[in-house]
């Protein structure tokens, strides 16, 4: 268990509302990430972090923004979201386990976008 | 062209039977590898990672052939609970995955 909480877990929203999905961590890991998992594609990185205000986009970071003000916390925000936005939303810390740098999951958010 | 494919499956193998899944990956320079399993409406899981040597962990062997840019995971004697969809990724400075191979064994 990597101690990573996604809130919230379900959440329903109309097109062109803010939505803002919340990852926090209790070891202290440096990355972070926010991924979108959609059929028929893999998990696509939406953006990354490397450290408290230290954040980077992915191939997919189009339309959302991030924030990482405390280790802990890594905030993900849609400004206005659109129905190509319904996906479930996962959150990643990744560490280094005898030389490797493994990555581990939060139990995801799905998001709907009316 | 994708960074990881895989054969999206899906696998029905009865109980007992002996799967495998293959994944090819683009980039040459890619630094580490890894299986992951993910059940319905849950999050992936790290099963393996996978070593050049290969590794075995149980019922479970993993092999990396850099040369022809494939991975392989082999399940052996397949249980019930082996149903889910295995994800191929891939780590050349950032994580990479594959679309996922689902996976049901029949009783």
């Known amino acids: 268990d990597a101690g990573i909480t996604q809130s919230p877990r379900h959440k329903v929203t109309e097109t062109g509302t803010p939505v803002t999905l919340r990852c926090h961590q209790t070891?202290?890991?440096?990355?972070m990430y926010w991924y979108r998992q959609d059929p028929g594609h893999g998990l696509r990185l939406i953006h990354y972090?490397?450290?408290?205000?230290?954040?980077d986009k992915g191939e997919v970071s189009d339309g959302y923004s991030v924030s990482r003000s405390k280790t802990e916390d890594f905030l993900l925000t849609l400004e206005s979201a659109t129905s190509s936005q319904t996906s479930v939303y996962f959150c990643?810390?990744?560490?280094?386990?005898?030389?490797?740098?493994?990555?581990?999951f939060g139990p995801g958010t799905r998001l709907t976008v009316l | 062209r994708k960074e990881v494919e895989q054969d999206p499956g899906p696998f029905n193998v009865p109980e007992g039977a002996t799967v495998a899944f293959n994944c090819t990956y683009s980039?040459?320079?890619?630094?580490?590898f890894f299986w992951y399993r993910q059940d319905c409406r849950k999050e992936p899981k790290l099963l393996m990672s996978v070593y050049s040597s290969g590794n075995e962990d149980g019922r479970f062997t993993a092999q990396l052939n850099r040369a022809s840019q494939y991975i392989s995971l082999l399940i052996r004697d397949s249980k019930l609970s082996d149903s889910a969809t295995y994800l191929c990724v891939v780590n050349v400075n950032q994580f990479y995955f594959g679309t996922g191979t689902s996976l049901t064994v029949i009783p």
């Open positions: 990643a810390i990744s560490e280094y386990i005898s030389g490797v740098n493994e990555q581990f």
């Open positions: 980039n040459s320079a890619s630094q580490s």
């Open positions: 972090s490397y450290g408290v205000k230290d954040t």
């Open positions: 070891e202290n890991h440096r990355y």
